[in-house]
Nanobody, 124 residues
């Protein structure tokens, strides 16, 4: 049974930083793509960043390039999202997700496994 458990959300002022964690368990993720999505109230879930577990290749939404960094710790089976220079428009529930392969990495419907989400609120 695959489990993804997010942590690290909270309230931060604009310009501040947060680091989200996603602890993954239940299988070997070497052929998986791990991603972060976010969903603000009244909006669709949108792609934030993705990482291919085996190759370490990363992808980012244009809105977060240069500010967010996705990374992994193989020993801990954990994926991180370091978020710097946060803006009020980054406010959302952030979800960790996993899928096999890298094709269509930015499509939420492509992902098989999801965490419960963690709230990030950025005040102006």
């Amino acid at each position: 049974q695959v489990q993804l458990v997010e942590s690290g959300g909270g309230l931060v002022q604009a310009g501040g930083s947060l680091r989200l964690s996603c602890a993954a368990s239940g299988r070997t993720f070497s052929r998986y793509t791990m991603a972060w999505f976010r969903q603000a109230p009244g909006k669709e879930r949108e792609f934030v960043a993705a990482l291919s577990w085996s190759g370490g290749i990363t992808y980012y939404a244009d809105s977060v390039k240069g500010r967010f960094t996705i990374s992994k710790d193989n020993a801990k089976n954990t994926v991180y999202l370091q978020m710097n220079n946060l803006k009020p428009e980054d406010t959302a529930v952030y979800y960790c997700a996993a899928k096999r392969g890298i094709i269509n990495y930015d499509g939420p419907r492509e992902y098989d496994y999801w965490g419960q989400g963690t709230q990030v609120t950025v005040s102006s």
